[in-house]
């Protein structure tokens, strides 16, 4: 059983950076893709970022301002958001499933989600 727990959430003032951290219990990290999703008020969850082995994965939205990163020796991935817009604000939520692509396009089968942690931008 793969746990998942947030941390690095708060409030920025626009043009602002976070860093979002993810620490992951559980066997075999490196096997697993994990990613970022984020659910702002009235809208569907999105996936913003994505990575396994190789392969990485943005939202058109955040190219280029946001970095996914991950440390398989301490069992972390993170988010590095820079250039932040209000339109950035949400609850992101750190995912991981075996399979890159249930993260991609099948979000409701994704195997382990965080509980999220809070991004707020102010304009």
């Known amino acids: 059983q793969v746990q998942l727990v947030e941390s690095g959430g708060g409030l920025v003032q626009t043009g602002g950076s976070l860093r979002l951290s993810c620490a992951a219990s559980?066997?075999?990290?490196?096997?697993?893709?994990m990613g970022w999703f984020r659910q702002a008020p009235g809208k569907e969850r999105e996936l913003v970022a994505a990575?396994?082995?190789?392969?990485?994965y943005y939202a058109d939205s955040v190219k280029g301002r946001f970095t996914i990163s991950r440390n398989n020796a301490e069992n972390t991935v993170s988010l590095q958001m820079n250039s932040l817009k209000p339109e950035d604000t949400a609850v992101y939520y750190c995912?991981?499933?075996?399979?890159?692509?249930?993260?991609?396009?099948?979000?409701?089968?994704?195997?382990?989600w965080g509980k999220g942690t809070l991004v707020t931008v102010s304009s």
């Open positions: 559980g066997r075999a990290f490196e096997n697993y893709a």
């Open positions: 995912a991981a499933d075996v399979r890159l692509d249930v993260l991609q396009y099948y979000q409701n089968g994704v195997e382990h």
């Open positions: 990575n396994k082995w190789g392969n990485t």
